[in-house]
């Protein structure tokens, strides 16, 4: 099978292509989702992807989360997008939500750990409940935090070269081994974590699972009703009370963030053939 190298507005082209397949997938089999994330905010602010980002996230309720995965698991939404997870046994990969893989091209991520070979993805995340109380919320965005910063650590790639010496060196790679052997257990926890509230009705919902942006993502449970919203010349779902939840994560949304903050992530993808 030969490789042929994709360019970062190939990449985009790709996967705006798996995001038009879930969405279509979602309205046939009326599911709901929602733009999120730096997608949600190059939706608002640029009207497509930001002009320095290359990754798309979306995220569902969680029984609709668990409905699209329960489908996609028996009957992919196209031969060669995969959904894959922790729980997905033949599908198997060491996150602890949805990724919904082109399995027709290869990704290469610096600096991970895994040999696990992915395609062109997009991030599929479930909304929970969340607590009422804020302190009680920041604890479990805290205890969140730390069961990730575990995961990161299991999964990137320990070098000299990020090691002060040999001998610490030495000591990350023998840890990472331990950690690596738990890493679907940790996962597990992860998820089983994130629905904590869930058989409550505190009035309040958001991103738990991953919470990259930590305590801010907690949002009134009403903002989460479907709008539409541009992204690349197409519409797609996004909350309608997408102002609270931007400002929730990045503040004043609006503003451009200094030129040094603006980087992408790192991969190089191959297309198959």
Not at 19 to 29: A, K, M, P, R, V
Not at 176 to 185: E, H, L, N, V
Request: hydrophobic share 35%; net charge positive.
């Amino acid at each position: 099978m030969r490789k042929i190298q994709l360019s970062i507005d190939e990449i985009k082209a790709r996967e705006f292509s798996i995001l038009t397949e879930f969405d279509t997938f979602c309205i046939n089999n009326k599911l709901t989702y929602f733009l999120c994330g730096g997608t949600l905010l190059g939706c608002i602010r640029h009207k497509g992807f930001i002009p320095w980002d290359d990754d798309i996230d979306v995220f569902m309720p969680r029984a609709d989360y668990e409905k699209f995965f329960a489908i996609t698991s028996q009957t992919p939404i196209k031969e060669n997008l995969i959904t894959r997870t922790y729980r997905a046994p033949r599908n198997r990969i060491p996150y602890p939500f949805i990724k919904l893989i082109d399995s027709s091209t290869e990704v290469v991520e610096q600096g991970k750990a895994t040999k696990k070979k992915n395609g062109i993805w997009i991030d599929v995340l479930p909304i929970d409940v969340l607590p009422q109380d804020d302190a009680e919320n920041e604890q479990i965005y805290y205890t969140m935090h730390a069961l990730r910063k575990k995961l990161f650590f299991a999964l990137t790639e320990i070098s000299l070269a990020n090691s002060k010496n040999v001998f610490t060196y030495l000591a990350k790679k023998v840890k990472q081994c331990f950690a690596k052997r738990r890493i679907y257990s940790l996962c597990r926890q992860m998820d089983m974590l994130s629905q904590s509230f869930n058989k409550q009705d505190t009035g309040f919902q958001g991103c738990l699972l991953w919470g990259l942006y930590g305590k801010g993502e907690r949002c009134k449970s009403n903002i989460f009703t479907v709008t539409k919203g541009v992204f690349e010349n197409r519409e797609f779902s996004i909350p309608a009370g997408y102002d609270s939840y931007l400002r929730g994560i990045y503040g004043n949304y609006m503003e451009l963030p200094p030129m040094e903050k603006r980087v992408s992530h790192s991969i190089t993808a191959y297309k198959l053939i």
